[in-house]
């Protein structure tokens, strides 16, 4: 059934109070809110009320068996929902929250299964976004709040991705600004001796080697083999996918150019829509491919990793309004947040390289 949504801007800069209230009252009363953080948008809801929880997997059409992350106002907050507290939590939690890093821990019995996804873990963040942080303090509980986005679609980091695929799916949208790191946060698992992320983001696997010491990358995030099982429940369904067919170019930008009119040439007859993916650097050496096919549309990513993690569900969204076929991207160093943006890169292109 079609939900009546109520949709109210908010400004991160003057934030009014009385609108936060109504929302944060709206989440305590078991309804469902989209709300702005500095990752992506989130689509929240009472993380402690099995039935409110229950509606974000309704909304979002997302499998019972993935997880919700768990957002909190106060560090202090966290201690009646987990049991036995790491000392690398508590060094973690110091040197980086309030911020974009999610930790696993053993939940308490005050966290449902419909939260947890069956698990006996829970997966929980302080985020450092002031509406965020305002809303979840006025509505009194933790706040179960996955991306605000379809199952298998792109992250929303802006209002506009979320009013046409949510307005009657949820009970309120808070509309703010376009979301500062752009990619999720960074999920970290300390159940054994060397702490493993299980999804990388902004804060990198370098940042977590410093406060940590050693640190490793789930396996399964290197390989696509079927058989290498993801740690992170979610990690293994289809992922930020747009109509368009993706394909990543490797070998540098001087390969992409060449191959790119290559493939062009090979593509001329068949009318479909070709969107070139690349940093808004290298725009000017596909000019003469512009001029030579009139169906490329060359799209900029951004001028610095920090850029391209920023805009790149935005240009994934891009891609279906402008019914683009599809889509060749440039490939990213796996450093820093570069792990970030090729995780998502490689998932949205459903692992295909030329
Ligand atoms: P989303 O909120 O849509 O960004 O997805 C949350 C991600 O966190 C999914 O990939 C989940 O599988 C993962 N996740 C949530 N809870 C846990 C947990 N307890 N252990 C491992 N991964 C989790
Ligand atoms: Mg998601």
Same mark, same amino acid.
């Given at each position: ?22 929302? /944060? ?6 309804? #469902? ?5 500095? #990752? ?14 229950? +509606?974000?997997?309704?909304?979002? /059409? ?56 069956? *698990? ?29 986005? *379809?199952?298998?679609? !792109? ?13 009657? %799916? ?5 509309? /703010? ?22 999804? !990388? ?22 390989? $696509? ?25 490797? /070998?540098?930008?001087?390969? =992409? ?39 490329? $549309?060359? *799209? ?12 790149? =569900? ?7 309004? %402008? ?8 490939? =990213?160093?796996? #450093? ?7 995780? %998502?890169?490689? +998932? ?7």
């Amino acid at each position: 059934m079609k939900k009546n949504t109520l949709i109210e801007k908010i400004d991160p800069d003057n934030i009014d109070s009385k609108v936060v209230e109504q929302f /944060g009252k709206m989440l305590a009363d078991g309804k #469902t809110v989209i709300f702005p953080t500095e #990752t992506v948008y989130g689509l929240g809801a009472n993380a402690l009320d099995e039935q409110a929880a229950s +509606k974000i997997y309704i909304a979002k /059409g997302r499998p019972s068996d993935n997880p919700l992350l768990v957002h909190v106002a106060e560090r202090e907050d966290i201690n009646p929902l987990v049991v036995d507290m790491d000392e690398r939590a508590k060094k973690l939690i110091d040197r980086f929250w309030p911020g974009p890093l999610t930790i696993v821990f053993k939940k308490s019995d005050l966290i449902p299964k419909v939260t947890s996804g069956g *698990l006996d873990t829970v997966a929980i963040r302080m985020p450092s976004d002031k509406v965020a942080r305002a809303l979840i303090k006025a509505s009194g509980v933790p706040i179960a709040a996955p991306s605000a986005n *379809l199952s298998g679609k !792109p992250s929303p980091t802006k209002p506009e991705h979320i009013i046409a695929d949510m307005d009657g %799916r949820v009970d309120g949208i808070l509309v /703010g600004g376009f979301c500062d790191f752009g990619v999720e946060s960074t999920i970290v698992d300390l159940s054994d001796d060397v702490p493993m992320v299980l999804r !990388p983001g902004a804060i990198t696997l370098e940042m977590l080697k410093e406060v940590l010491g050693d640190v490793i990358l789930d396996p399964s995030l290197s390989s $696509h083999d079927d058989n290498i099982k993801a740690k992170a429940p979610g990690m293994k369904y289809k992922h930020y996918s747009p109509n368009a067919n993706i394909f990543m170019v490797t /070998g540098g930008i001087d390969r =992409f150019v060449e191959l790119s009119e290559f493939l062009l040439e090979m593509r001329a007859n068949d009318e479909k829509k070709i969107a070139i993916l690349c940093m808004k650097q290298n725009i000017s050496r596909f000019e003469e491919l512009k001029l030579k096919f009139k169906n490329v $549309h060359v *799209l900029s990513l951004g001028c610095t990793y920090e850029e391209v993690a920023r805009n790149l =569900f935005d240009v994934l969204i891009d891609l279906d309004r %402008r019914n683009i076929d599809v889509a060749y991207a440039e490939t =990213f160093e796996e #450093t820093g947040i570069g792990v970030a943006i090729m995780n %998502r890169l490689k +998932k949205s292109a459903g692992y295909k390289f030329v």
